[in-house]
């Protein structure tokens, strides 16, 4: 992987490389010069879209979606002709009131528009540990029910990206596998029209075809990088990325060998998982104390 001239902090792995700096002039003085066409996934969460500014730097309102656009029309000449695009972007309230914002859903569509990119698929991501909130309206006034999930956007040049479910086949339940054992299905027309043949569940696949939905509850509070970030007196970051996101998309939509980026990298949940799963990787994380942190996640002492 080409080193960046410029002189940025960073770190670099065996497979990757974190930079610390804004992510657009990253991206016009190292990545435009040298990985057009390169990258195979772009996997990021940038800062949600609140109607307050967080110490992690999040922009708020129409800026927020103008500035995210902006960048996307920066990244998409990056991806390769099968690449993809995968955005988490949380939810958000507008501010006195119980009542959603439409602002992520209005940023999602206006990236998905504005950088000429397909939507090939919707994910959500549910945390049934999430604490509930917001709490005026959740744990104080009682009239909402807790928020647990987010958005996440599969994007991509073209109709047709590189992906294989296979790659992320889920262990077969306990009926399925009796089902395949036994041959034997209840075969026929059900009330959707849809006809069952006798054979449609006989062959075993090796795994069920996962859902559009992610679950993981992204509770844990001992692992290395939480426990060094408290030894060495650094703020950990409060919006991680749970790594069940870049471990199930690393494995969908790419193969061994290929480029990892993401430009909002936080803590480097990205980067750590893409090294695991053999990948090259780039991330970018403007935050020096998000970003003195992460290496925490590579063994750094």
Not at 157 to 177: F, G, I, L
Not at 247 to 262: A, H, K, S, W, Y
Request: proline fraction near 7%.
């Amino acid at each position: 992987m080409i080193t960046p001239t410029q002189k940025w902090r960073k770190y670099r792995t065996e497979r990757g490389i974190c930079i610390n700096e804004d992510c657009e002039k990253v991206i016009q003085k190292y990545l435009a010069p040298n990985f057009e066409g390169k990258i195979q996934l772009i996997l990021t969460s940038p800062p949600f879209p609140l109607k307050r500014a967080k110490k992690y730097g999040n922009k708020v309102g129409k800026e927020y979606l103008d500035w995210l656009c902006n960048i996307g029309n920066q990244l998409a000449p990056l991806l390769s002709q099968d690449g993809s695009i995968v955005i988490e972007i949380g939810n958000a309230w507008n501010p006195g009131e119980p009542t959603y914002s439409t602002l992520p859903l209005e940023t999602l569509l206006a990236f998905k528009n504005q950088c000429g990119l397909y939507l090939c698929q919707e994910f959500i991501y549910y945390n049934p540990a999430r604490l509930p909130g917001p709490i005026e309206w959740v744990n104080k006034q009682r009239v909402r029910v807790k928020d647990s999930f987010t958005q996440i956007w599969w994007m991509s040049k073209t109709p047709h990206p590189y992906a294989n479910n296979r790659n992320v086949a889920e262990p077969y339940s306990r009926q399925m596998k009796k089902l395949l054992s036994s041959g034997k299905y209840n075969s026929g027309t059900r009330p959707s029209e849809h006809t069952i043949s006798q054979t449609a569940f006989s062959i075993d696949n090796g795994g069920a075809i996962p859902s559009n939905v992610i679950i993981a509850a992204n509770t844990t509070s001992n692992d290395i990088y939480i426990t060094k970030c408290k030894e060495h007196k650094l703020p950990i970051h409060p919006a991680r990325m749970a790594p069940a996101i870049p471990e199930f998309f690393i494995n969908f939509l790419t193969r061994p060998g290929d480029i990892v980026l993401d430009c909002f990298a936080g803590s480097n949940t990205t980067g750590a998982t893409a090294e695991k799963l053999g990948r090259e990787w780039i991330s970018i994380e403007l935050n020096r104390d998000y970003y003195e942190g992460s290496k925490y996640r590579f063994g750094r002492k």
